[in-house]
């Protein structure tokens, strides 16, 4: 049977606290040296690869919910969705999951709390809240800047939701990515990742089936003992009753009768 040997969690966390780290300073650079739009826009290679200052009141690659509380709801989901993967790396190392998974289950936590930094604080820190928010509280905005610009146009009418609106390839920004390529590193290597698990759910499995039958074994060897018990406290048969022979009933011949005299006269005459 393969042991599997959990795993401190301690040094997952630690490397999405260092990409979370390189994340914010990335936001923090771009909003102080950089004008936001195209006038502030930096060209890295040609006009595909630019850095471009936009903030994004959505959600990972300028999406976003057109609802008076869709920023609140936005904010809201990242927060349990940060306390659920924490939770859940750590399930996964406790149970001795392979190193490559939990690597990119950080790489995840990190872009999630990356941009949950942002819409907590950034409305109050640097006053990125759109207009008219109720409060600057989870209403920041995420600062976006890195732009791969291959293609920009009209969506044709027939596509569902976007249909005949102006669209270009997303902006993003380092959490963005961190999300992006952790799930793509699970989706690509699943079949490495997660045979491991079923394999450690099939040992529990047969670790519980084991203890069963060894408890079925212990209820059956009590039973023929209580059964041998009892044949042995049952009362013995007297041996001289066994051992008495039958008893021969005799029955008396029948008796004959001694003729008289009177018979032997009168048989004669």
């Known amino acids: 049977m393969t042991s599997h040997t959990a795993k401190n969690p301690f040094k997952f966390f630690l490397f999405a606290f260092l990409l979370i780290a390189?994340?914010?300073?990335?936001k923090l650079l771009v909003n102080h040296y950089m004008s936001p739009g195209?006038?502030?826009?930096?060209?890295?290679?040609?006009?595909?690869?630019?850095?471009?200052?936009?903030?994004?009141?959505?959600?990972?690659?300028?999406?976003?919910?057109?609802?008076?509380?869709?920023?609140?709801?936005?904010?809201?989901?990242?927060?349990?969705?940060?306390?659920?993967?924490?939770?859940?790396?750590?399930?996964?190392?406790?149970?001795?999951a392979s190193s490559g998974l939990l690597w990119a289950m950080a790489m995840i936590l990190a872009g999630a709390i990356g941009n949950l930094i942002d819409s907590i604080f950034y409305g109050v820190l640097i006053g990125n809240a759109p207009y008219g928010s109720?409060?600057?509280?989870?209403?920041?905005?995420?600062?976006?800047m890195v732009f791969i610009d291959f293609w920009e146009g009209f969506v044709p009418e027939w596509v569902p939701v976007w249909g005949g609106q102006y669209y270009t390839t997303p902006i993003f920004n380092f959490a963005d990515a961190c999300i992006f390529i952790g799930v793509c590193i699970i989706l690509m290597f699943q079949g490495t990742?997660?045979?491991?698990?079923?394999?450690y759910h099939s040992e529990d499995q047969s670790d519980s089936e084991t203890e069963v039958n060894s408890q079925s074994d212990?209820?059956?060897?009590?039973?023929?003992?209580?059964?041998?018990?009892?044949?042995?406290?049952?009362?013995?048969?007297?041996?001289e009753e066994e051992n008495k022979p039958d008893e021969v009933i005799i029955e008396p011949e029948p008796t004959q009768e001694v003729p008289t005299k009177e018979d032997e006269n009168n048989k004669n005459s």
């Open 218 to 239: 212990r209820v059956s060897e009590q039973i023929v003992e209580k059964s041998t018990e009892e044949r042995e406290t049952e009362t013995p048969v007297n041996e």
């Open 22 to 26: 390189v994340d914010q300073a990335s």
């Open 38 to 96: 195209f006038a502030g826009q930096i060209r890295i290679i040609g006009d595909w690869l630019k850095l471009y200052y936009v903030t994004n009141p959505g959600m990972a690659f300028g999406m976003q919910i057109d609802h008076e509380y869709g920023k609140l709801f936005l904010t809201t989901f990242r927060l349990g969705a940060m306390i659920f993967i924490a939770w859940y790396m750590v399930r996964l190392a406790v149970r001795g």
């Open 134 to 144: 109720p409060t600057p509280w989870f209403h920041g905005q995420v600062i976006d």
């Open 193 to 199: 990742f997660f045979p491991r698990l079923e394999e």
